[in-house]
């Protein structure tokens, strides 16, 4: 198991106890590898999915009831333990704070993190104004564009072994890779399901508190972030759950009344 996926559900257990730290940090050193402040303007699909009230994972607005995250992030919680703060550039302040009525994990989900998607029912529906907008998503019958930039959105650390979460959301483009080159990293453990991002000479990455997050390609969701052997590590990329592979799982959800 890589050390992102092992490395989880201990850094969710550490941040917890502790607290978010970015309080007291500066804010131009923590956040997405490789990355830089942006604005929720520009990205009014992110949301901070909370979990006792405490960032730990991203998701995307797709409409107004619904937000994609990954299973990673709901796995054996409740609908009573995770909220959603959308319409901010910050994670624990400004914009308004939803709490779910339902968790729709994949049911095929399992350790090896394929099948990483979960979509979060809110109790009430949004608002959509400037900051708080959905993303469309990628269809299941187009290709993943190879070699093209992604941008990917998040609040989490710049360090594998981080625990100190960015105040202000942040961004980093990042290639998308070939199936080829992203099983000669990960072998078997790359299914139908995932696809591979990011420079193999290591650099911009999404981290630890970006789970669950947009990867964008052309303004519409490619990708949801999953799991990779550590942050920005040479020759490992991160691995991205496919939104087109798992359209099937989305609109049968989307599709109860």
């Not at 949301?47 to 960032?55: A, I, K, R």
């Not at 350790?111 to 109790?123: C, G, P, R, V």
């Not at 078997?188 to 995932?194: A, G, K, L, S």
Request: glycine share 10%; hydrophobic share 35%; aromatic share 12%.
């Amino acid at each position: 198991m890589s050390e992102f996926k092992s490395s989880f559900f201990i850094f969710v257990v550490l941040t917890f106890i502790a607290g978010n730290q970015s309080g007291c940090t500066n804010n131009q050193e923590l956040g997405i590898i490789g990355g830089k402040v942006v604005d929720i303007k520009d990205y009014p699909y992110q949301v901070s999915v909370q979990y006792f009230d405490e960032h730990y994972c991203g998701g995307s607005i797709i409409n107004d009831r619904f937000i994609v995250t990954a299973a990673h992030c709901t796995n054996k919680k409740t609908i009573y333990s995770i909220n959603v703060r959308v319409g901010t550039s910050f994670h624990d302040k400004k914009g308004k704070v939803f709490y779910l009525k339902a968790i729709h994990q994949h049911p095929q989900f399992n350790e090896l993190y394929d099948f990483d998607i979960s979509l979060l029912e809110l109790e009430q529906t949004l608002v959509f104004g400037s900051t708080i907008q959905p993303i469309p998503l990628w269809n299941q019958n187009e290709t993943i564009p190879i070699g093209s930039m992604a941008t990917v959105t998040g609040w989490g650390t710049t360090e594998s072994h981080g625990t100190a979460f960015s105040p202000q959301l942040r961004k980093v483009d990042i290639p998308i890779l070939s199936d080829e080159k992203c099983k000669s990293a990960y072998g078997d453990e790359i299914t139908v399901n995932m696809f591979c991002a990011g420079f193999l000479e290591g650099g911009g990455d999404a981290c630890h508190g970006d789970s669950g997050g947009p990867l964008v390609v052309n303004k519409v969701l490619l990708g949801i972030v999953s799991w990779g052997d550590g942050c920005g590590i040479a020759n490992y990329p991160g691995v991205y759950s496919s939104i087109p592979a798992l359209r099937p799982f989305i609109d049968k959800i989307l599709s109860f009344p």
